[in-house]
T-cell receptor
Framework: GAVVSQHPSRVICKSGTSVKIECRSL??????MFWYRQFPKQSLMLMAT?????????EQGVEKDKFLINHASLTLSTLTVTSAHPEDSSFYIC?????????????FGPGTRLLVL | DQQVKQNSPSLSVQEGRISILNCDYT??????FLWYKKYPAEGPTFLIS?????DKNEDGRFTVFLNKSAKHLSLHIVPSQPGDSAVYFC???????????FGTGTRLQVTL
């Protein structure tokens, strides 16, 4: 199995509110999950690596206090965008390794479109 | 520093012909390479991968070739179909469950 889901698929919120995005591996256990962001016409940029039961590892330039990541179980990781602002509007995608392709292959969720007004 | 590069932002191929998408990398520590297909507003879909100990991997219409000495890999799609039209990303990593480094993508358009 290698199915990864994300919820919600789309969210619109007011500036200053917090938004939680869930990433689930549906048919396999994922010890490692990754969170990416994609701006229009650009490639995917890794934000952080999330390991079950431990603190996430953030990429340079990504504020850990703004993008809270919790990997509470082997099938669920959450990304919370705290005090969201319009510049946080983007397409957020998670991935998980450990599916049918083994630990070498990451399988991606369908993405979450965030629009902050 | 763009460690994975896809120098062709777009490619147009006729249906039935071969599509060849290219990717170059600079980090010699990369030992696993993957190709993903992506539609707008969707997550990438895994297509095919190759380990650095191999030079070719084939899966149906998709074949990936790796030239380690040139730090170059390519994805061949044959025959190309209209449903193949999408953005293709190559990606690489340096170890099991490690982070992926993506290329900038190539938009493939398969015309009738």
């Amino acid at each position: 199995g290698a199915v990864v889901s994300q919820h919600p698929s789309r969210v619109i919120c007011k500036s200053g509110t917090s938004v939680k995005i869930e990433c689930r591996s549906l048919d396999f256990q994922a010890t490692t999950m990754f969170w990416y962001r994609q701006f229009p016409k650009q490639s995917l940029m890794l934000m952080a690596t999330s390991n079950e039961g431990s603190k996430a590892t953030y990429e340079q330039g990504v504020e850990k206090d703004k993008f809270l990541i919790n990997h509470a179980s082997l099938t669920l990781s959450t990304l919370t965008v705290t005090s969201a602002h319009p510049e946080d509007s983007s397409f957020y995608i998670c991935s998980a390794s450990g599916g049918a392709g083994g630990q070498e292959t990451q399988y991606f969720g369908p993405g979450t479109r965030l629009l902050v007004l | 520093d763009q460690q994975v590069k896809q120098n062709s932002p777009s490619l147009s191929v006729q249906e039935g012909r071969i599509s060849i998408l290219n990717c170059d990398y600079t980090n010699s520590m990369f030992d696993y390479f993957l190709w993903y297909k992506k539609y707008p507003a969707e997550g990438p879909t895994f297509l095919i991968s190759i380990s650095s100990i191999k030079d070719k991997n084939e899966d149906g219409r998709f074949t990936v070739f790796l030239n380690k000495s040139a730090k170059h890999l390519s994805l061949h799609i044959v025959p190309s179909q209209p449903g193949d039209s999408a953005v293709y990303f190559c990606a690489a990593h340096t170890g099991t469950a490690s982070k992926l480094t993506f290329g900038t993508g190539t938009r493939l358009q398969v015309t009738l």
